[in-house]
């Protein structure tokens, strides 16, 4: 048995598996917002004073994982027969640390809570986390000083970002050098869970690490010149880095005593959620890629190389896994469907038979920008008129030709998330990229991946025998291109890119 765990923007959930019979054997979760209703969070942040601060409180975080471990024994599940636990955390999430941080570790007491013991090390009280765009200043100053966006994307992986780690602890260096001063070490969310289930301040992986715009992605290592352009004595704060994949040690005796782990289960290094979803998705292997598609879309995908995003508008991250990933964001997603669909009070059904009539040569894609995006970085754009085959024509040729820097065709496209139940939606999206598209039915992809990967860690499963057995696609679920519309798509993407850099220009 496998214990996966994901400490996420919402809640904390614990997935424990069978590895060799290919079950998921426990689910427990624990909301922070309705289960810990006194920190008073909407969703599990809050907002700062400052325009754009959003934040969590890492407090809450440990509480919910008592609470969590507490809730998975009162539903039967034992504990002792875990060979080894890993995690997955809400990415690009700081936890400002002092001196005290390691020996508490090291002497935590199972007969007191984890959030009374950990309180007395933060040296900041709350967590920036991912949905944080406070750091504006603090992106032109890191770009600027280390000679440009390109330089630092080449180097990192992403161009300056206000929601990655590096813009949020410069930051903070600024705004508290006291506090900052009194920070021994920064963890991530991901780090940071690694540390307390080990009992040890421990490294933070390839996977997460790289979400922080303070990675080399050719060295594998923290960038010098970028850890001193971004806060003072940076370099003697962060932990070491480390492959995902590591083994950190036995679990700590505190989760022995308190909650019947056994002694010998192993603690794995953490890694982001988005890492993890790769693993539990069975996308952790170039050739395939997946796209998300909710409120907003995202793709990601395996990739052998560190390539860049030439635009600046993709990420990289490791693969936790070994070597790349990429991760691509677009604000427009399901809102700016739905709402052609109830302009036109379209059921479902009728939506489905427009997005499966096949596009014309002449036809004129929109440009999907409902609302301003941010890949492109763009205005938003006019809606009206717009119907459903040209508004996704526009979604999916605007991904196809932001994600083309990734310079790996994949030849299967796992889809999840609401719009991935629409046959129209999986057939425009395999036209226009033409590769098969297969629909995952899964809401817990970054903790299966979490488990997935400390089953694979230990060494006793292989990656491919655990896609197998818990990353199998939705029964009927595949749609193979048709050729004659991917020819057409050929001529509407020329099409598109000019609709686009017309807008653009007149942005
Ligand atoms: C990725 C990102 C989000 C968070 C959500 O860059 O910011 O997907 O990881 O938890």
């Not at 959620?273 to 693993?279: E, G, K, Q, R």
């Amino acid at each position: 048995m496998f214990l996966g765990l994901d400490c996420s923007t919402q809640s904390f959930s614990a997935l424990i598996i069978d590895a060799r019979k290919g079950t998921i054997a426990h689910e427990a979760s624990v909301s922070f917002e309705n289960d810990l209703p006194h920190y008073q969070t909407s969703s599990g942040f809050v907002h700062g004073d400052q325009p754009g601060e959003v934040f969590s409180d890492p407090l809450m975080w440990v509480e919910a994982l008592d609470l969590l471990l507490s809730r998975l024994v009162e539903n039967g599940a034992d504990l002792a027969s875990i060979t080894a636990v890993a995690g997955s955390g809400q990415q690009h999430a700081t936890v400002y640390l002092n001196e005290k941080f390691a020996t508490t570790l090291a002497h935590l007491d199972s007969t007191n809570c984890l959030k009374d013991q950990l309180a007395p090390c933060l040296t900041r009280p709350l967590s920036p986390i991912w949905m944080d765009s406070s750091t504006g200043d603090e992106c032109e100053e890191i770009a600027t000083a280390i000679g440009g966006n390109d330089e630092l994307c080449r180097r990192t992986g992403s161009i300056a970002i206000k929601r990655f780690s590096g813009a949020q602890i410069r930051r903070f260096s600024k705004i508290a050098p006291d506090a900052w001063q009194n920070t021994a070490t920064v963890h991530l969310n991901s780090s940071f869970f690694a540390s307390i289930l080990a009992g040890n301040s421990v490294s933070i992986d390839h996977g997460d690490g790289a979400g922080m715009n303070l990675l080399n992605l050719s060295s594998g290592d923290w960038d010098a010149d970028v850890l001193q352009a971004t806060a003072p004595h940076l370099a003697d704060k962060l932990p070491p880095v480390a492959p995902s994949s590591t083994i950190v040690g036995n679990i700590a005796p505190y989760f022995v005593e308190k909650y019947q782990f056994n002694p010998e289960a192993k603690a794995v290094l953490w890694s982001g959620d988005n890492p993890c979803s790769l693993v539990g998705m069975g996308a952790a292997s170039p050739g395939k890629m997946v796209i998300s598609l909710g409120t907003s879309y995202t793709l990601f995908a395996a990739m052998d190389q560190p390539l860049t995003d030439p635009q600046g508008f993709g990420h990289v991250f490791g693969n936790p896994c070994g070597k790349f990933m990429s991760l691509i964001c677009f604000q427009n997603g399901t809102l700016a469907y739905q709402k052609v669909k109830e302009a036109q009070s379209l059921s479902w059904q009728d939506f489905d038979v427009q997005a499966l009539t096949p596009p014309t040569a002449g036809d004129t894609p929109t440009l999907p920008f409902l609302e301003p995006e941010i890949t492109p970085l763009a205005t938003a754009s006019s809606q009206e008129n717009t119907s459903i085959r040209s508004l996704l024509d526009g979604q999916f040729l605007s991904m196809r030709q932001h994600s083309d820097w990734m310079g790996t065709p994949a030849d299967t496209i796992y889809v999840t998330g609401g719009g991935s139940q629409s046959k129209g939606i999986c057939q425009t999206i395999a036209n226009v990229f033409n590769a098969s598209v297969q629909g995952l039915e899964t809401n817990s992809s970054a903790g299966l991946g979490a488990a997935m990967r400390a089953a694979h860690a230990t060494g006793e499963f292989t990656l491919e025998s655990l896609e197998t057995n818990f990353c199998q696609p939705t029964a009927g679920s595949r749609v193979t291109p048709d050729p004659e519309a991917v020819t057409t798509y050929q001529s509407l993407a020329t099409t598109f890119q000019s609709l686009l850099n017309q807008h653009l220009s007149t942005n």
